[in-house]
């Protein structure tokens, strides 16, 4: 199949803006717990549809008082918290444009954006985001005021605009229309200098109308159970963005967790037991092998890996049933997978908080037999994609047809198109004004309304999508063979002590990798063998670990053709890092920067 659309489900909106679904919201249910926010004690407080309306009207007011106008640019530099739904609701309100910062940019990163985007404030989280800003200050001459977050500056805001009557920011908010522009977000970067999507109130409605549509149902586990996520994904990414957007609109319980480590999300995951989780693979990848190492230090491994066996089966059925391709678990299976829902499932459920039933994951591909176990153990994860250009979502797994391995069928209102070369085009109310400040981008990423995505992609019979690699990242060998790096890459990284794999090739006679590891698996490792704590350059010497590294990738060449398999490999002793400027802030790989920093090496594994 070579197009598929899904009929939209909601009119084009004509007037109105986002920052409308707070005040609409306190209108319907003001007494409805909308957020919750941790207090100076950590415990969970909280806030009602009308307390919510109320703190983004003050703050719209403060903002308006200290100079914020209709159309002005500002930028948000901080890490998920409360504090920055409540600002893109009150900027919003105001018909500012917000944009966006990831709180790790460097001071150069920074610069550009801020420079580009003209923006005339920011607002950081603390003291050292605002020395970055500081450091390049004299470079930005439309900067004129800098607020932090850290010291008072919501109460500052808030308490800035008192003297104001509420008059002033509806009349703001009323002249705001779906066209007008909502926020810049400068896409990660993977290559070349980061540009910024302009995305209006409409394409966030359009995306956030879609999701809504489809997947209202599964938010909550139950009937009577208020539905409620916890957000830990950054605010800076579109993905964050979109879903705070649509926890107001639909009503779903929201709350923010600055930090993703598992020693800091699984104590609130227990605290707050959201129904709903947004997260992308890495994690669902770390969650499984915590529990993996977990069990074989415990000496049941044997138990554990069959009870992974009998949830993938058992998920595995009941997907062939929904497709119609077979009858189901059989009943052998349904009582193996009772006796370890006891055993094992449950509490892999209750680590995150026990009333957590599904998740959404984009942002990379997840592997088949991971979705599969995932579903098994009674989470389903809808599996999607979507670019920052299309606002978040343009394709997912619907409810109750889950093909894993998939990123899912279009959203609805939503057009996915293949190309004469494989690559994914979209079209949909969701697709991005332009790139700003850069026509000829723009120009090289729309025809006719249709976005170019650069992913490379199938259709089934079904409509259903699978992303099978990026132009750009095609590598071709000096034998004429072209090879999609990321299939490799991501059997390679699902065994346990894999962190992160890059393939090359590219002019060369065959393919080869650099191999990272995960820390807490190598320690693991080491204890179960009983082997000494060693130095990272005498562990990737180890043959026992090169061993295990060589299954990976023995495992992955199964995947490909022998012209396209791994011929040979490298463990290396550092992580491939965003502080060093080797993966975006949604963890993808920079390859070039990566193949320049260690281009001795790549070197020496074409010497033999």
Request: aromatic letters at 8%.
């Amino acid at each position: 199949m070579r197009e598929f659309t899904v009929p939209a489900v909601a009119p084009t909106p004509q007037v109105g803006g986002l920052a409308d679904a707070v005040f609409d919201y306190a209108t319907e249910d003001p007494d409805r717990v909308a957020l919750c926010r941790k207090d100076s004690a950590g415990e969970w407080q909280d806030v009602t549809a009308a307390e919510f309306r109320d703190q983004v009207l003050a703050m719209a007011k403060g903002l308006l008082a200290e100079g914020i106008r209709f159309g002005d640019r500002v930028a948000v530099m901080s890490r998920t918290r409360y504090e920055w739904t409540l600002l893109d609701f009150a900027l919003w309100a105001v018909g500012a444009h917000v944009v966006p910062v990831y709180p790790t940019s460097s001071a150069e990163q920074v610069c550009w954006m801020l420079h580009d985007a003209e923006v005339a404030a920011a607002i950081v989280e603390h003291e050292d985001h605002a020395m970055t800003v500081g450091s390049v200050i004299d470079r930005l001459p439309r900067l004129k005021r800098l607020w932090q977050l850290d010291a008072q500056a919501e109460k500052e805001l808030m308490a800035a605009g008192t003297h104001l009557d509420d008059d002033i920011v509806h009349r703001h908010r009323l002249a705001v229309t779906p066209d007008s522009t909502a926020t810049i977000i400068y896409t990660s970067g993977t290559t070349g200098r980061p540009k910024g999507c302009v995305l209006t109130h409409a394409n966030f409605l359009a995306d956030s109308d879609a999701l809504m549509s489809r997947y209202q149902e599964v938010f909550s586990s139950k009937p009577g159970e208020p539905p409620s996520l916890l957000l830990f994904l950054p605010l800076a990414h579109v993905f964050g963005r979109m879903v705070q957007l649509v926890c107001i609109r639909a009503k779903v319980k929201l709350a923010h967790q600055p930090v993703m480590a598992a020693e800091a999300l699984l104590p609130d995951l227990e605290s707050f037991k959201p129904t709903f989780m947004l997260a992308v693979p890495h994690l669902f990848e770390k969650i499984f092998q915590a529990s993996r190492r977990k069990a074989e230090l415990e000496g049941k491994i044997g138990p554990f890996e069959k009870a992974v066996d009998v949830a993938v089966r058992y998920a595995e059925a009941v997907e062939h049933k929904a497709f119609r391709t077979g009858p189901g678990p059989s009943p052998a299976l349904r009582v193996k997978h009772q006796v370890f829902d006891t055993l094992v499932y449950s509490k892999l459920r209750e680590a995150l908080g026990g009333r957590c039933h599904a998740a959404m994951s984009g942002g990379s591909a997840m592997e088949r037999r991971l979705g599969l176990f995932f579903d098994g153990i009674g989470m389903r994860i809808y599996e999607g994609y979507g670019l920052t250009e299309t606002s978040a979502g343009a394709c997912v797994n619907p409810p109750g047809r889950t093909k894993f391995g998939t990123v899912g069928q279009p959203l609805p209102g939503t057009t996915v198109h293949i190309a004469d070369d494989g690559e994914i085009w979209l079209r949909g109310g969701q697709v991005f004004q332009g790139y700003l400040n850069n026509p000829k981008g723009t120009d090289e990423a729309l025809h006719d309304g249709w976005l170019a995505t650069g992913d490379l992609g199938s259709l089934d019979e079904d409509g259903y999508l699978t992303i099978t690699g990026r132009k750009k990242e095609i590598l071709v060998t000096s034998n004429g063979k072209s090879v999609s790096p990321g299939v490799l890459e991501e059997r390679v990284r699902a065994h346990p002590l894999v962190a992160q794999c890059i393939v090359v090739g590219n002019d060369r006679p065959y393919v080869s990798a650099l191999v990272t590891l995960d820390p807490d698996a190598v320690t693991h490792w080491l204890a179960m063998r009983e082997k000494p704590e060693m130095r990272a350059q005498e562990l990737v010497r180890d043959p026992d670990l090169e061993t295990e590294v060589r299954r990976a990738v023995v495992a992955a060449n199964t995947q490909v053709s022998q012209a396209e398999s791994i011929r040979t490999f490298r463990i290396l002793a550092a992580q491939f890092t965003e502080e060093h400027g080797f993966v975006t802030p949604s963890l993808k790989l920079k390859r070039k920067a990566i193949e320049t920093a260690y281009a001795v090496e790549i070197e020496a594994l074409y010497q033999h």
